[in-house]
């Protein structure tokens, strides 16, 4: 009794002009990387710039694209049994890696067992894993102790990348030569990395999708500066600037630049999602109206338009927009300074200090941090700005040493894997970033997101999270601010860049130059 | 006194300095009382140029902040660092200078090689070392400044000292039994003075300095506007918008250059060997 899932291929191409042309063959592409990544072993390394580069040099099971759906990435069609316990995934026949051996599921079971080592996102999406088998070479099996909805979620090539065993079994992981010339399975091969100047990635010949890719080369450029980052993409030095690579205020200028291309697309599956830590144990903040107070005092709409650019949009509540289960059917905190004013009155806030924590991210978040500063006290409150550097940031955030804190977090597409850490008292633990820093506690979201991750049908984790969020957008635990939009700027001949839910990170399999 | 202050008037560019200082005072102290408005305030569209609305005639910056507000309150901040923390430093650097200087021997070494410690470090390296770690805000750049500027202060206050503990009259109240505090307090630093005050003066303008290039780095007190802020604030934005940087500049260049001339003009005045030239 096995429910066959539909696997239709439908790759959204976002440039009208893209779709309507046959993709040319040959090109180099040279694309800004920031900052200049620590290593490229994804299994081992997962900060941003890591995944970008070694998207395009590692793959997964699945791809998502832009609606989060999975596409066939390794794995070529996948079924899930009716009791929703077991995935049975049917690898691709005839991949292999970058030095020649072919990929078995002898590599999937491998790697299973070295991310849950090396790789804590992964540790925690494999936790309601029972086991997992191959009962042949292009067969995986995985088995879960009970329903767990996000599970087809997890197999993103920076979640869930597949590491050759051949070349890491019984070695030890972090010391492992490849970590430095790291061989995959995806469409560019590792070929040289000047440190702070340039990183080198050639077109693997024997890549498994015919055709594909088409380029031959990728420069990943390293150019500390932003304002020269910027230059560099005037004077042609690159083509591609990925999101975050420079100043949103360049952003407008350079997309007025002749033949430059603009999307904000491919970043769906980490949806980042901007708010304030507003701390529910102690002072002021630990008053549910004066945390509705911030809301309404913070016009969130200035943020959009002139801090980001217009980019990215006003946050409803604890979900971004893009991810599963979003419902808007909340309560709404538009910007009214007055109606902030009187909760404050009613609340009985006299005046007390309330320290603000801009993020020390750059320019940006520091003109963020002085705009929301200037709402809340016109609003009537008494606000010090805290100034610290990124070290400092951590601490005091982990140490819950704050009032009001900025952040923005990655979503990763389900509920159950980035949304609920954030609200359930499970996870209030010093010393961490990413959890329930505001210690928000509430037995009853304890229990809807509880319930939410294990419930089948999807209907029914549906009806689960969209009671979750309700509850949620009325306490405020946290102040929602914006779903950022980081824009990726491109020459308008680099074609089909960005088609997945992860965009440049594994884009460049399917992009090609107009010459 | 009178003679002075008709040196000081006969000196054109020390008038034309003492006029920007009296100015630069004059906009600290009464400016902010004048125009009241924050100048966190969002005001105006952002990117406003200069010149187009009277009400924000200097332009916005990138928050829609108007320019004009912020260098008005900007000049308390800037001035009242450069003020405080050259005292802060005149108080340290003093009576380490003249003890050293008049007991000479082993306290002038220990008090030297003190000093010394101080002046191999680079100044503002330190300054920012010391206001990163003490977390950025007025008193710990104050403190900073402070810290980074005494040294010579102790060393002129030293050589002054040194040369005029030989002189006969505090030779003679040496004799006569004076203490030791009564003959530096009333025989020695009271003729020591001039070159102090002329380096003072010199130390204002740097200390403005050095605030301001502590806000540049992202360093200065985040609850305070200043002129340093809004030049570093504006910076990344000076293709866009060059007025957000250019004016809060320009008054960094007109009250460090006013304080120079000041200086210079002040260092003519109390010069006896210049004044009877007759300059």
Known sequence: MLKKLALSVTLACLTAAASAQEPKTGGVINAVIQPEPPGLMLALIQNGPTQMVSGNIF???????????????????????????????????????????????ADVLFSIEMLKQTHARARGNL???????????????????????????????????????????????????????????????????????FIRLVKNPNYHVKGKPYLDEIYWQI?????????????????????????????????????????????????????????????????????????YAIDRNFAKDVIWNGLGKVATGPSASTIKFYTDDVPKYPYDPAKAKALLKEAGYNGEKVRLMPLPYGETWQRWGEAVKQNLMDAGMNIETIATDVPGSNQRIGD?????????????????????????????????QFNNVEGYSNPEIDKLFAEGANATPDSKRKEIYEKAQKILVEDVPVAWMLELQFPTITRCKVKNLITTAIGVNDGFRDAWVDK | MRQFARQML???????????????ILVAVVGPLIFPNSPWRMVQRPFLP?????????????????????????????LLVGLVSTLAALAVGVPL???????????????????????????????????????????????????????????????????????????????????????????????????????????IATAILLESSLSFLGLG????????????AGRTVIRQAWWITVFPGLAILLSVLGLNLVGEGLNDALNPRLARQGR
Request: overall charge neutral; glycine content about 10%; proline content about 7%.
């Open chain 1, 59 to 105: 793959e997964g099971l699945l791809r998502y694209g832009p609606k989060l759906e999975p596409l066939p990435g390794l794995a070529e069609s996948w079924t899930i049994s009716e009791d929703a316990k077991v995935y049975t995934f049917k690898l691709k026949p005839g991949v292999t890696w970058h030095d020649g051996k072919p990929f078995t599921s």
């Open chain 1, 127 to 197: 936790g309601q894993l029972e086991k997992v088998e191959a009962p042949d070479d292009l067969t995986v099996v995985f088995t879960l102790k009970q329903p767990f909805g996000p599970f087809i979620g997890i197999f993103e090539v920076g979640s869930l990348p597949m590491v050759p065993k051949h070349l890491y079994e019984g070695t030890d992981f972090k010391t492992n030569p490849n970590n430095n010339t790291p061989v995959g399975t995806g469409p560019f091969m590792f070929k040289e990395w000047q440190k702070g100047s």
């Open chain 1, 223 to 295: 150019i500390p500066d932003a304002a020269a980052r910027a230059v560099a993409y005037e004077t042609g030095k690159v083509d591609v600037l990925p999101g975050g690579s420079v100043e949103n205020f360049d952003v407008p200028r350079l997309s007025k630049l002749a033949n430059t291309c603009v999307t904000g697309a491919g970043w769906e599956f980490f949806s980042p999602l901007a708010w304030l830590w507003l701390n529910n144990r102690a002072g002021p903040t630990s008053n549910k109206k004066i945390r509705q107070a911030i809301m």
């Open chain 1, 400 to 432: 819950w040493d704050y009032d009001i804190s900025f952040t923005y977090l990655y979503q990763y597409g389900d509920p159950a894997l980035g949304v609920g850490r954030n609200y359930v008292s499970s996870q209030i633990m010093k010393g961490q």
């Open chain 2, 10 to 24: 006969r000196n054109p560019s020390g008038l034309i300095g003492l006029i920007i200082v009296v100015m630069a």
């Open chain 2, 50 to 78: 200069p010149f187009t609305l009277s009400a924000v005639p200097l332009g916005t910056d990138a928050l829609g902040r108007d320019v004009f507000a912020g260098i008005i309150h900007g000049a308390r901040v800037s």
């Open chain 2, 97 to 203: 200078g003249a003890i050293a200087g008049y007991f000479g021997g082993r306290v002038d070494d220990a008090l030297m090689r003190f000093t010394e410690f101080f002046q191999t470090i680079p100044s503002f390296a330190l300054a920012i070392v010391l206001v990163a770690i003490l977390q950025p805000s007025i008193y710990s750049i104050v403190a900073a400044i402070a810290i980074v500027s005494w040294p010579p202060v102790a060393r002129l206050v030293r050589g002054e000292v040194l040369s005029l503990r030989t002189r006969e009259y505090v030779q003679a109240a040496i004799v006569t039994g004076q203490t030791n505090r009564w003959i530096i307090w009333h025989e020695i630093l009271p003729n020591a003075l001039s070159p102090v005050i002329v380096l003072a003066s010199l130390m």
């Open chain 2, 221 to 232: 007190d985040p609850n305070l506007i200043s002129w340093g802020y809004m030049v570093g």
